[in-house]
């Protein structure tokens, strides 16, 4: 079996203890990973703070940290079709996926790298006679990050990038399930020449872990993605040491679709919002609001789309459709699918193991028809390929569903009309709204959501000043003795 390292302050090294990894396509342990205990998080979170205040990293410009992530993005680039490799052997996403993903992720890194030298402070016409006064930009600190098992090297860059560009230092977990990309990231970090502990790459689970990361004093901020509920333990963790938060959650997104939609490009959208990756998505579209004039059409042609998407080992680049990444996330998806028609949603396709696929973690493109809002399905985040739909009467009815949620992620909307558009644009309760479109990133863009799918953004140019904080500077500029101190001026 292949053995992984960590790499703590600039040092690779195995893991004192060590866990298995499955590959999710043959259900067969491939890889050994370290499994960091609180010990390592401590000596990574020592070595980052140590690395702050180090001239190696605090001499550096602004220009020549964005010149480093260039460098990194570059590496990134060089080493796609191996860290493809690795992502679709340990997670099971497919590796047309996987090639394409790590391909974009390196405008991330040049993105921010852009940025680093554009954070100007600002100079205040004080309303002080003799007195100047400004704001400086700097960086907050030690970063705790910590990502999900889906598209890990996609949900560090998003926390690496503007955290190095903006001079923090980083300590990086990997999720416990498929962390093999991100660990052979680290390499590239160390060969970009990023100082000793400014970034650190670890593994292990959230209770040992995870906890003391986000618990530990010397964090000042946190970037976290993944569930909810996960969530809540990190706000408790960070609550004594009052760090600051970025948190990316769940989402069940709505797509709705009215009458005078595209079909054909609706289709494709949708069938690409809730199958891509598997539907192990944030993002998915994973609740279909239609309207009932359109309904039985957009259904034919949904689930028509569904049985012929080519389902197949995640290694061969004509598949469209592998496995899940666990088997844990496997029985979650059974169970709530089981629950759903229990109250009451009818199956249109899907809900099996595919024939000839006993073996990996697979599930079908499934479809549920629900005519009652409360159905599970329609509330619960599958994070998996399933899609719930639901028939709407109006605009006012569409929108009122769309937003019968806690979540508020994503979003898609279906229309020629215009006026249409915006409207329920303005009304729909969503970080993020494609119109006539889906599933579109860009490190140009924020990216993150409303009520239970979090807090705070990725993405775009105000990210970066997540990661800094000011600093106000009063300059007495007068020769004069100071006046008499009991005497307000
Ligand atoms: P998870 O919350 O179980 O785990 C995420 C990470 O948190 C893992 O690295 C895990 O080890 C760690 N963790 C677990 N317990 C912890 C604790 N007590 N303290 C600190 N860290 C802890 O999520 P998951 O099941 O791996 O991922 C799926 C979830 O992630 C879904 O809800 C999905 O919607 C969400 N997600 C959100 C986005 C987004 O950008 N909004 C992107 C991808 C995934």
């Known amino acids: 079996m292949r053995e992984f390292e960590q790499y703590i302050d600039g040092r690779f090294e195995k893991g004192q203890a060590t866990f298995e990894s499955i590959d999710p396509a043959t259900q067969k342990p491939w890889a050994l990973m370290p499994r960091a205990g609180a010990q390592d998080v401590d000596r990574a979170v020592r070595a980052a703070w140590r690395a702050f205040a180090d001239p190696q990293w605090t001499g550096l410009t602004a220009t020549q940290r964005g010149k480093l992530l260039f460098r990194l993005a570059d590496l990134l680039e060089q080493a796609v079709p191996d860290l493809a490799e690795l992502e679709t052997r340990d997670t099971g996403k497919i590796i047309r996926e996987t090639r394409a993903q790590i391909a974009y992720i390196a405008e991330y890194y040049r993105y921010y790298g852009g940025l680093a030298d554009k954070m100007d402070g600002r100079y205040v016409a004080i309303d002080k006679a003799d007195t100047e006064a400004y704001q400086q930009r700097e960086p907050i600190g030690v970063v705790a990050a910590i990502v999900p098992w889906n598209s890990q090297l996609f949900l560090a860059a998003v926390k690496l990038a503007p955290a190095l560009a903006a001079g923090c230092t980083v300590v990086l977990k990997a999720s416990e399930d498929g962390p093999a990309p991100l660990l052979a990231f680290a390499r590239f970090v160390h060969e970009a020449g990023f100082p000793p502990g400014v970034v650190s790459i670890l593994t292990g689970f959230g209770e040992d872990c995870g906890k003391a990361l986000t618990s ?271 005497v307000m001026r």
């Open 216 to 486: 530990h004093p010397l964090v000042s901020r946190i970037a976290f993605t993944g569930g909810p509920e996960t969530a809540r333990h990190i706000v408790r963790n960070s609550a004594d040491n009052l760090a600051y938060l970025t948190l990316e959650l769940g989402g069940k997104s709505p797509v709705v679709v009215f009458p005078d939609a595209d079909l054909d490009s609706t289709v494709n959208a949708i069938i690409s919002g809730i199958f891509a990756a598997t539907g192990q998505s944030c993002v998915a579209g994973s609740r279909l609001l239609a309207h009932r004039d359109i309904l039985p059409a957009l259904l034919d042609r949904l689930s028509e789309r569904a049985k012929t998407i080519r389902i197949g080992p995640p290694d061969v680049m004509q598949t469209e459709f592998g496995p899940l990444a666990t088997d844990r996330q496997r029985r979650h998806i059974v169970d709530l699918i089981a629950r759903s028609l229990a109250a009451g949603a009818t199956l249109v396709t899907g809900g099996q193991v595919p024939p000839g696929f006993e073996t990996g973690f697979y599930f079908e493109p499934t479809i549920l028809l629900c005519d009652d809002p409360q159905t599970p399905c329609l509330r619960e985040e599958f994070f998996g390929p399933v899609l719930s739909v639901l028939p709407f009467e109006d605009e006012a009815d569409a929108i009122a569903n769309a937003n019968d949620t806690p979540f508020g992620l994503a979003s898609g909307l279906f229309t020629r009309d215009l006026a249409r558009a915006k409207r329920v644009t303005a009304r729909l309760r969503a970080g993020i709204v494609w119109v006539n479109t889906y599933r579109m990133i860009s490190p140009l863009m924020p990216f993150g959501g409303f009520g239970l799918s979090g807090l705070g953004r990725e993405g775009g140019s105000e990210a970066i000043l997540d990661y800094m904080r000011t600093k106000s500077v009063w300059v007495r500029t007068s020769d004069e003795p100071i006046a008499d101190p009991f």
